[in-house]
């Protein structure tokens, strides 16, 4: 593929870039009790990237997924006012590619736009793109709440 061409306006060294990163950030796992491996890497709009991985808890539902770790990593590390997110990748160790669960697809719903593409890498290197809209379609997000008025108290 010509490096011209561009996949969800990436063009193909951010995609292989992008995959390499969520594939090293396996490694960073916290996971004594599943031993499923899952990495997380996004593509921030300064051409950075920030990586996660899952980060489990003896008192299992406390366990934080690889896409909420990056994502709060990058939030904290002033990424989303620096011109937000571009691409977010997630490799796991199983074959067809995971899928970021409901509560990271909602929570990188928060700071994503719906058309961000979401590359799931599988085992064998292969990848499945997706949207944000595709991966939770009529979804709740920012721009439904009531934005309250600092000056009202309300
Ligand atoms: N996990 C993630 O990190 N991301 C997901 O989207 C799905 C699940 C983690 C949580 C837990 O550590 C392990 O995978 C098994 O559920």
């Known amino acids: ?91 796991t160790d199983i074959s067809p590619p995971a899928s970021p669960c409901g509560m990271c697809r909602q929570f990188i719903r928060e700071f994503c736009d719906l058309k961000t593409p979401i590359f799931m890498w599988d085992s064998k290197g292969e990848y499945i793109v997706m949207t944000l809209e595709q991966l939770l379609p009529m979804s709740f997000g920012p721009d439904q709440l009531h934005k309250p008025d600092p000056n009202k108290g309300n």
């Not at 031993?35 to 051409?47: E, H, M, S, T, Y």
Request: aromatic share 8%.
């Open 1 to 91: 593929m010509s490096e011209n061409t561009t996949i969800h306006g990436l063009t193909s060294t951010e995609v292989k870039t992008l995959g390499e990163h969520a594939v090293s950030a396996k490694s960073l796992a916290y996971c004594p009790y599943s031993n499923f491996r899952v990495g997380c890497a996004i593509l921030c709009a300064d051409g950075s990237y920030v990586l996660g991985a899952n980060i489990e808890n003896a008192s299992y539902p406390v366990t934080i997924c690889a896409e909420r770790t990056a994502f709060g990593k990058a939030v904290v590390d002033g990424k989303r006012e620096s011109g937000g997110f571009k691409a977010v990748g997630v490799s």
